[in-house]
């Protein structure tokens, strides 16, 4: 069973960014799709964006396109996901998942709680 | 994007007990291939989601037989044959067909 662990909690300032890591072991990571996932407190999941490794191919919802980054680093089967510009509506846990297909969540992340306040 | 619609919102449910979820979709589900991507989550307190069903119908590993998915096209339901205190949770139905994934707004399942 593919196991996915994140970095830990994170307290921004409003306008500056945030990296979170996804570091998986169990699964071939080259092969699988790792896909990121964030829920503000009280809401449901959102769907953010997706990264192929083995393609370099990445894919954003719309409402993070221009402002996040996801990259994949082979050599440690870590996957990466930046987010720019913060606001206090980005505060939220954002979890990262190897994907069944094209994108849906398989095995999660614990979580990242990321805090926007100034 | 795809919207998907929970029903009930929360459920009360005595212990040993069915409990029903039913999701509808703004669009169909099933993609040329065959396969309708739809998929469920429960969300544990204080827990990450966790993937319970896949492609409506599927079990995923070590999920309870208590858990049977069904539907097709827009309308899909989450049956629990016989609701335990582990099952107390939020449950979403999810969206893969295409992107951006969508969840439903989920429904609260608690125990009597």
């Known amino acids: 069973q593919v196991q996915l662990v994140q970095s830990g909690a994170e307290v921004k300032k409003p306008g500056s960014s945030v990296k979170v890591s996804c570091k998986t072991s169990?699964?071939?990571?080259?092969?699988?799709?790792i896909t990121w996932v964030r829920q503000a407190p009280g809401q449901g999941p959102e769907w953010m964006g997706r990264?192929?490794?083995?393609?370099?191919?990445?894919n954003f919802a719309q409402k993070f396109q221009g402002r996040g980054t996801i990259t994949a680093d082979r050599s440690t089967s870590t996957a990466y996901m930046e987010l720019n510009n913060l606001r206090s509506d980005d505060t939220a846990v954002y979890y990262c998942?190897?994907?069944?297909?094209?994108?849906?969540?398989?095995?999660w992340g614990q979580g990242t709680l990321v805090i926007v306040s100034s | 994007d795809i919207a998907m619609t929970q029903t009930p919102l929360s459920l009360s449910v005595t212990p040993g007990q069915p409990a029903s979820i039913s999701c509808k979709s703004s669009q169909s589900l099933l993609d040329s291939d065959g396969k309708t991507y739809l998929y469920w989550y429960l969300q544990r307190p204080g827990q990450a989601p966790q993937l319970l069903m896949y492609?409506?119908?599927k079990r995923f590993s070590g999920v309870s037989e208590r858990f049977s998915g069904s539907g097709s096209g827009t309308d899909f339901t989450l049956k629990i044959s016989r609701v335990e205190a582990e099952d107390v949770g939020v449950y979403y139905c999810?969206?893969?067909?295409?992107?951006?994934?969508?969840f439903g707004g989920g429904t609260r399942v608690d125990i009597k």
């Open positions: 998942a190897n994907a069944f297909g094209v994108a849906a969540p398989r095995n």
């Open positions: 169990g699964g071939t990571f080259s092969t699988q799709t």
């Open positions: 999810m969206q893969a067909i295409e992107l951006p994934l969508t």
């Open positions: 492609e409506v119908s």
């Open positions: 990264i192929v490794p083995i393609l370099g191919t990445v």
